[in-house]
Nanobody, 130 residues
Framework: QVELVESGGGSVQTGGSLRLSCVVSGLEFSMLCMGWYRQAPGKEREGVAS????????AYADSVKGRFTISLDSAKNTVYLQMNNLKPEDTAMYYC???????????????????????RGQGTQVTVSL
């Protein structure tokens, strides 16, 4: 049974940091495109970051480059999203989502299609205040 469980969300002030975690079970990591997307009320879904274990390939949305870092601890079956220098516009529900794919497809496509395919968790809320 596939399961994704996120944690780590919360409320912080502008400039603060949070680390989101996503424990993935029931899937083979080596063939997975893993990442995070966010959804804020009244806004379109936005793919934030992706990671593929084959070559440790990553991709980031322009809005978070230089501030967010995605990583994988395969021993713990956990995907992380380290978020630094948070801004009010980062406020959203954050979802961990995975989809079986190649590394090339992951890097080229995940951010545009995050959440459309594969599996996702229940989400964790991030709120950034002024």
């Amino acid at each position: 049974q596939v399961e994704l469980v996120e944690s780590g969300g919360g409320s912080v002030q502008t400039g603060g940091s949070l680390r989101l975690s996503c424990v993935v079970s029931g899937l083979e990591f080596s063939m997975l495109c893993m990442g995070w997307y966010r959804q804020a009320p009244g806004k379109e879904r936005e793919g934030v970051a992706s990671f593929h274990p084959n070559g440790a390939s990553t991709a980031y949305a322009d809005s978070v480059k230089g501030r967010f870092t995605i990583s994988l601890d395969s021993a713990k079956n956990t995907v992380y999203l380290q978020m630094n220098n948070l801004k009010p516009e980062d406020t959203a529900m954050y979802y961990c989502a995975v989809v079986p794919s190649t590394a090339a497809y992951c890097k080229a496509t995940y951010l545009r299609t995050a959440g459309d395919f594969g599996y996702r968790g229940q989400g964790t809320q991030v709120t950034v205040s002024l």
